[in-house]
């Protein structure tokens, strides 16, 4: 009864919390990286960074929070270091790459439609739509992982849902003029 009140070390909150969070990681890296390889390698290197930082960590405090930050950390890291911005950008996702946790082929296409158009939003306006509108943060929450102003990801919010309205728009005017 009493182990239940203990207060865990740093290293053992971030070691019991890993598993739990790693899904959504693994998602965010997703959208970050665009394919499921660097998602893999993106995840597996913020577990790495976490558990060799594990002191850093605030016990009691948001593992998820402080996983997202280490995460978007190293893909502005890794972007930095490869140059992919005077690249090009992120690479073409091809719609099979999305990975979809329950089959439902009545809605799988507009899904993948949604979520293709969304991985294809400049970086600034992909990453904070995934953490709010994917993830469900709140956007001060979201301001405090990205270390932006709240209004900052109000903004860039507002311009990703008329970027993407105006992309469904005229793709249903398209449609209905065939």
């Known amino acids: 009864m009493l182990g239940r009140w203990r207060k865990y070390s740093a290293e053992e909150e971030v070691a019991a919390g890993l598993p739990k969070v790693f899904p959504r990681i693994w998602r965010y890296a997703f959208s970050l990286t665009g394919s499921r390889d660097g998602a893999d390698d993106l995840a597996?290197?913020?577990?790495?960074?976490a558990i060799e930082q594990a002191s850093k960590f605030q016990p009691g405090t948001h593992l998820d929070r402080w996983m997202f930050r280490i995460t978007h950390n190293l893909w502005i890291s890794e972007i930095r270091k490869e140059k992919v911005r005077k690249g090009g950008g992120m690479p073409m996702v091809d719609a099979a790459e999305i990975?979809?946790?329950?089959?439902?082929?009545?809605?799988?296409?507009?899904?993948?439609?949604?979520?293709?158009?969304?991985?294809?939003?400049?970086?600034?306006?992909?990453?904070?739509?995934v953490l709010v509108y994917v993830e469900g943060y709140s956007y001060k929450a979201a301001a405090e992982i990205l270390d932006i102003p709240l209004a900052t990801v109000m903004s860039r919010l507002a311009t990703a849902r008329a970027s993407l309205g105006r992309k469904f728009r005229d793709q249903r005017g398209m449609s209905r003029a065939r």
């Open 44 to 49: 597996q290197a913020a577990c790495l960074r």
């Open 99 to 129: 990975p979809d946790p329950k089959q439902d082929p009545e809605r799988d296409y507009d899904r993948q439609e949604v979520l293709k158009s969304v991985l294809d939003l400049p970086e600034a306006q992909r990453v904070t739509v």
